[in-house]
């Protein structure tokens, strides 16, 4: 082998890896934030999946609720009226807002609930509450599941140099389903003497 094909092969050698390392490196920097951007979206579908359950389940609870306590008109329109903006949520952002808004309005069902003992007593209204709370637990757990997918998808954009790749791509943080001020806050509870 001459001199000068060995110096032409080492030449295109080094070009090569200029140019391989760095695109091995674009490529699977990309594979790992689509995965994780795919990984985010699966989280949000389970918890749409508990939120669903859940605006399944209020009419059938309002209606057992409405029988006893029909002349606490105001709650049940507020439940309801949460109800339709969830129906209505178009993007995640507003989804989680208005599921917020939704688990307010319940709390305040649910305080209307304890003025009423022979609805408390009800077998159906038992089983009802029973689902809406098992659904509440299972909502819970799908949060901080999405909530975890999000954290380390967004850690990953932010880190450098994935942080220059992801904005060459598009992708963009993730919204956390967080708890509504409101909620915060344990409750009050205040006992009354009869």
């Not at 979206?41 to 609720?65: C, F, G, H």
């Not at 989804?95 to 307010?104: E, F, G, P």
């Amino acid at each position: 082998m001459s001199k000068t094909l060995k110096t032409v092969l080492i030449i295109v050698g080094i070009l090569i890896l200029i140019v391989v390392i760095p695109f091995s490196y674009l490529k699977g920097t990309y594979n790992t934030l689509v995965t994780m951007d795919e990984g985010v979206k699966a989280a949000w579908a389970q918890v749409e999946n508990q939120l669903q359950r859940r605006y399944d389940l209020i009419p059938n609870y309002v209606e057992t609720v409405k029988g006893y306590a029909a002349h606490e008109k105001d709650v049940f329109v507020k439940v309801t009226e949460a109800r339709s903006r969830v129906a209505g949520a178009k993007n995640i952002g507003d989804k989680i807002q208005a599921n917020n808004q939704l688990t307010s309005a319940l709390s305040r069902l649910l305080v209307v609930v304890e003025r009423y003992p022979d609805l408390k007593a009800n077998t159906n209204f038992i089983r009802l509450q029973d689902e809406l709370a098992g659904t509440e637990n299972r909502i819970a757990v799908e949060r901080r599941r999405f909530n975890e997918s999000v954290r380390v998808f967004n850690t990953k954009i932010r880190t450098f140099p994935t942080n220059m790749i992801a904005g060459m791509f598009g992708f963009e943080k993730a919204t956390f389903f967080e708890v509504p001020k409101e909620r915060q806050e344990a409750p009050k509870v205040k006992f009354s003497k009869e």
